[in-house]
């Protein structure tokens, strides 16, 4: 392990070999199970319910920013020799093909073996040393909240996952405030782990600018902070986090900068125009992001310095993305290391301190 002060990343991804899933499902369900395929331009691609994902940004064998995947993304023990050339003590993972498809399965029964799959999958994965791999646990809330609570209990309490991973889409015409939700939220509370949203650009879930740009780096660039503005205001203007003022939030892969202007906008609003959600919002809404919320960070966003004298350090945490090819390995979290404007107490809450009161139970 190296010197370097350990790291505590809190979005690392996996990439779901193929074998998971016959290995994983009911028999029943394996012959429906994802499947990669190249389309007609060679883009790879996920089929799962007869519909095709999007899976990654590059042709396969082309393109500017194309990786050659480490092991480390499918394999327990190559991940945990990359997490020490990083000096990252421990990371929270991610899926990929996961995320991408599994909130538009429109069978509630498949879904809910999809996710429970995933979950016995990445459990394994995290038992090769579960104190430095941990994992969000998927759950299909979109398509049965009774079963997403159901799994909830046995991915968190039987299979020790550390959080819950989310899309923050309005997917089936539902936001996260949706009262159809709030059995959901209890039990988060009362298992007191993370939610984590985060988006995945998929055309078939709906997503900012979706519907006007067919370009997947124009999709990925406007629905990831996008889609968690809209998450963070419906939490936070439906009455979610008033209701549950024990259950923690944290929105990932968004960059931060987006946090200072959208709680300074809905302070105003509430100021000028509180009456209109009286009954949901209590004190103000950078309040409850403070108390309940954090976001993840890129390590070289320019404008980070401005995100802490604005919101403060005390709910920003690290994110690497490893493998993804928007990630940075080795040295993804060089530029906070080493950031020239921010206070070694700020980089140290950013890379280890916020981290750990995310995780903490």
Not at 109 to 122: E, K, V
Not at 189 to 215: Q, W
Not at 313 to 320: C, G, H, M, R
Request: proline fraction near 8%; include cysteine; glycine fraction near 8%.
């Amino acid at each position: 392990m190296t010197s370097i002060a350990p790291v505590i990343d809190c979005d690392g991804h996996v990439i779901e070999p193929d074998e998971v899933w016959p290995r994983f499902l009911p028999p029943q369900y394996r012959d429906r199970a994802p499947r990669r395929v190249r389309d007609e331009l060679g883009f790879e691609r996920v089929l799962l319910e007869g519909k095709l994902h999007r899976r990654g940004a590059h042709p396969v064998g082309g393109g500017p920013r194309k990786k050659h995947l480490r092991p480390g993304a499918s394999e327990p023990r190559p991940r945990l020799e990359d997490m020490d050339l990083e000096g990252i003590q421990s990371a929270l993972l991610f899926p990929t093909i996961a995320f991408i498809c599994f909130s538009s399965v429109s069978d509630p029964a498949f879904a809910t073996a999809l996710c429970r799959a995933y979950n016995d999958w990445i459990a394994a994965f995290c038992g090769e040393n579960p104190d430095r791999l941990r994992a969000v646990a998927l759950v299909p809330l979109h398509q049965d909240v009774h079963a997403a609570i159901e799994e909830l209990h046995r991915a968190v309490g039987s299979l020790g996952l550390r959080g819950v991973g989310l899309r923050p889409n309005a997917i089936g015409g539902r936001e996260l405030s949706h009262e159809s939700f709030e059995p959901f939220w209890t039990e988060i509370e009362k298992l007191g782990v993370p939610v984590c949203l985060h988006e995945g650009a998929s055309a078939l879930v709906p997503a900012a600018g979706g519907d006007r740009f067919d370009n997947y780096l124009v999709r990925h660039l406007l629905s990831h902070p996008l889609e968690q503005m809209v998450a963070c205001t419906a939490l936070v203007m439906g009455g979610v986090l008033e209701r549950h003022p024990r259950m923690k939030v944290a929105f990932l892969e968004s960059g931060a900068g987006w946090v200072p202007y959208l709680l300074d906008r809905m302070d105003e609003h509430v100021r000028i125009m509180g009456h209109l959600v009286a009954e949901n919002v209590k004190i103000k809404p950078s309040e409850y992001f403070k108390r309940q919320c954090f976001v993840a960070c890129e390590a070289d966003e320019a404008c980070l310095p401005a995100v802490i004298d604005l919101l403060g350090d005390d709910n920003i945490v690290f994110a690497s993305d490893y493998p993804h090819f928007n990630g940075t390995f080795p040295g993804a979290a060089r530029p906070l290391r080493e950031h020239p404007r921010l206070p070694e107490a700020s980089i140290a809450k950013i890379l280890r301190e916020n981290a750990a009161r995310l995780l903490s139970r």
